[in-house]
């Protein structure tokens, strides 16, 4: 729980100890001890002087001067986590307890609208039988289940958490579901809920005459049969709640949850036998600005990750088109060769058959030759630079469409 101390009581504080040691006291680094030293103008001793002071040299205290007209003359320390974090929580945590230090506890309270509109809506709600609470759940107001005896009590609570936030920058907003707090760009959902207490149904003098008579309509029908055709009797006992449900008048203050990697900042602020929710709204609010920071946090390193992740797949997916376009090259170069080998055999043969029958060939193989000759010349043309280069396009090679027919894996 948050801490409050005059300017006159912390400046007494920082003059009894050293910083390092004081720091550790309220769970903050010696630079943020530093920072709401000078934010309120609390001098603190120079470097060395507590080395002078425990070797028996006179040493001088600077005098607390005067508070600046408008400054707050209180000083408020938020509670702090013991718990080590991840650098990223534990600087925002910090940020937000030097903003906190200046927030005056007390005084009157403007209403916020937001917090009017709810405890309107729930004035105007009934309590269930079962819990003997009532709730509040819809667009643009705060999600709230309290019994019709806290409200007045949940009204200061939420007014004080307002006041606080907007201190800080932490305003209410109304969002498409219920009501939201909007820091640093980031929207976080909350709740307020009455605990409740659970006991043994202990059955009221109503239900006791309905369990009677039922039993005194089973009697009567198993005693006697020619009732059995009567369909005003249930074989089936009345039932009752197992259990009864007493608010207990502690509540209990929720932010919302959703999963973060590396972090697990604390969402759940109660009442206790000490402390109460109306003394706890710097906590609270210094509890919403370190859950803003670790989820854009969380939500930039989750966009990174998928942004290498996206790089990785093209990178895989371009080394694939490469080997695509490598095979389809490589297939297209060796049916070449392979028509160019069949063309140097045909080139032979003709010339072959020539020599041996001249220009005497007659018969089967001279329309051999004939064809042959014509099977040449359109060979050679197709395998002419011209011939190819149509060639080549038809078939998108050797070209910026290499990658012709390439299908990138699905997964």
Not at 211 to 237: C, I, L, M, N
Not at 240 to 269: C, D, I, V
Not at 305 to 314: C, G, T, V
Not at 396 to 405: I, K, N, Q, T, Y
């Amino acid at each position: 729980m948050s801490r409050t101390f005059s300017r006159q009581e912390f400046y007494d504080l920082v003059w009894s100890k050293p910083m390092t040691y004081l720091a550790k006291e309220f769970a903050l680094s010696d630079v943020a001890l530093h920072k709401i030293c000078r934010k309120h103008g609390i001098p603190n001793p120079p470097l060395g002087w507590w080395a002078k002071k425990a070797a028996g040299k006179p040493v001088k205290q600077t005098p607390l001067p005067k508070v600046k007209s408008g400054d707050a003359d209180r000083i408020t320390i938020a509670s702090g986590e013991l718990r080590p974090e991840p650098e990223l929580i534990a600087t925002a945590r910090e940020n937000a307890r030097v903003m906190a230090s200046a927030i005056e506890a007390g005084g009157e309270l403007k209403p916020d609208p937001i917090v009017e509109r709810t405890l309107a809506k729930l004035r105007k709600t009934k309590a269930t039988a079962i819990t003997g609470l009532a709730a509040v759940e819809q667009a643009g107001l705060i999600k709230v289940t309290v019994a019709p005896e806290s409200t007045d009590r949940l009204e200061t609570v939420l007014n004080r958490i307002a006041a606080t936030g907007a201190s800080m920058g932490v305003k209410i907003v109304r969002t498409e579901k219920a009501a939201a707090f909007e820091c640093d760009g980031e929207m976080i959902g909350f709740s307020v809920t009455e605990m409740t207490r659970r006991e043994k149904h202990v059955l009221t003098e109503k239900e006791q005459a309905e369990q009677a008579a039922w039993q005194k309509k089973r009697e009567k029908y198993w005693s006697r049969p020619a009732s059995w055709d009567d369909e005003d009797f249930s074989v089936f006992p009345p039932r009752f709640p197992e259990w009864a449900y007493h608010p207990t008048g502690k509540l209990s203050f929720e932010l919302e949850h959703f999963y973060l990697l590396q972090s697990s900042p604390r969402r759940s602020f109660r009442d206790a036998k000490v402390q109460r929710l109306e003394n706890m709204p710097v906590d609270i609010v210094v509890g919403i600005a370190v859950l803003a920071a670790a989820r854009k946090e969380d939500r930039q390193r989750r966009e990174e990750d998928a942004r290498q992740r996206e790089e990785e797949r093209l990178r895989r997916e371009q080394a694939l088109r490469e080997q695509h376009v490598e095979e389809r090259r490589i297939a297209a170069l060796d049916e070449l060769l392979d028509e160019v080998g069949r063309l140097d055999r045909l080139r032979r043969l003709i010339a072959a058959l020539r020599a041996e029958r001249g220009t005497e060939a007659t018969g089967r193989v001279a329309r051999l030759l004939a064809f042959a000759d014509d099977r040449l010349a359109k060979r050679e043309a197709a395998l002419s630079s011209y011939g190819l280069e149509r060639r080549l396009e038809e078939s998108r090679l050797f070209g910026g469409d290499d990658d012709h027919g390439f299908r990138p894996p699905r997964y």
